[in-house]
């Protein structure tokens, strides 16, 4: 998710729903896509990436999907738990040019027990 | 022990003063980044290096400089520190290469300037 000004985008559900987040990226050559999470008071862990030769991947309880034609990113969190409370980052790479991560704003998530 | 290390954790400092945050890695990976990050700015690219003779500037190099002394180290300089330097700092590293370019944080250095 993209912020405006210094609000960070929250996303809120209950325990045990399924959560979306979503993440517009700005480059169309980037070709390596990547979600963070990071909890309150450490850096940012790596959840799951995708590659742009594919349109999703799974792993476990978490679904990354890859729309190239508008940019769009979405992490799907399935039966959301109070552990996953955290900021979501995507981040992008041209793997052609320079590599380097660029991230996303984050999506704050707050999962209500 | 942790792949990444930050060294200081949180530090204040006044305005104009020198300062150096350090970062080290066990992971043997020859790429190493510093992130800053900002509330409802997400993490912005300062310096990045992807080994020991290559340093490159990110998105907001201005008012930092950086050192690549060894494969496992890569040290962040604030020569003259003003307020608006105030933010968390990160130290990463990655494999690289079209293999994998996850990238692995330190915990994190917060620094305040006044």
Redesign the interface.
């Given at each position: 998710g993209e912020?405006v000004?210094?609000?960070?985008p929250t996303l809120s559900v209950q325990e045990g729903d399924n959560s979306i987040i979503n993440c517009a990226y700005s480059n169309s050559a980037s070709d390596?896509f990547?979600w963070y999470k990071q909890e309150s008071?450490?850096?940012?862990?790596?959840i799951i990436?995708i590659r742009s030769n594919m349109d999703k991947r799974q792993g476990q309880r978490v679904t990354v999907l890859l729309n190239k034609t508008v940019k769009h990113l979405s992490l799907q969190i399935a039966a959301t738990q109070p552990g996953d409370s955290a900021v979501y980052?995507c981040?992008e790479?041209f793997?052609g040019g320079?590599?380097?991560?660029?991230?996303?704003?984050?999506t704050k998530l707050t999962v209500n027990p | 022990d942790a792949d990444?290390t930050q060294t200081p954790r949180n530090r204040i400092t006044k305005t104009g003063k020198r300062i150096m945050l350090e970062c080290s890695q066990t992971k043997g990976h020859d790429r190493m980044?510093w992130?800053r990050q900002d509330?409802?700015?997400?993490?912005?690219?300062i310096y990045?290096s992807f080994d020991v003779k290559d340093i490159?500037k990110?998105e907001i190099s201005d008012g930092y400089s950086v050192s690549r002394q060894a494969q496992a180290k890569f040290s962040l300089s604030l020569e003259s520190a003003i307020p608006n330097q105030t933010a968390l700092y990160?130290c990463?590293t990655?494999e690289?290469?079209?293999l994998n370019?996850?990238?692995?944080?330190?915990?994190?250095t917060r620094l305040t300037v006044v």
């Open positions: 912020s000004g210094l609000h960070l390596y990547i008071g450490k850096g940012p862990q790596f990436d980052f981040a790479s793997q320079s590599e380097k991560l660029v991230f996303g704003k984050g | 990444v980044y992130y509330p409802g700015l997400g993490l912005r690219l990045y490159n990110g990160f990463a990655s690289g290469g079209q370019t996850e990238a692995f944080f330190g915990q994190g």
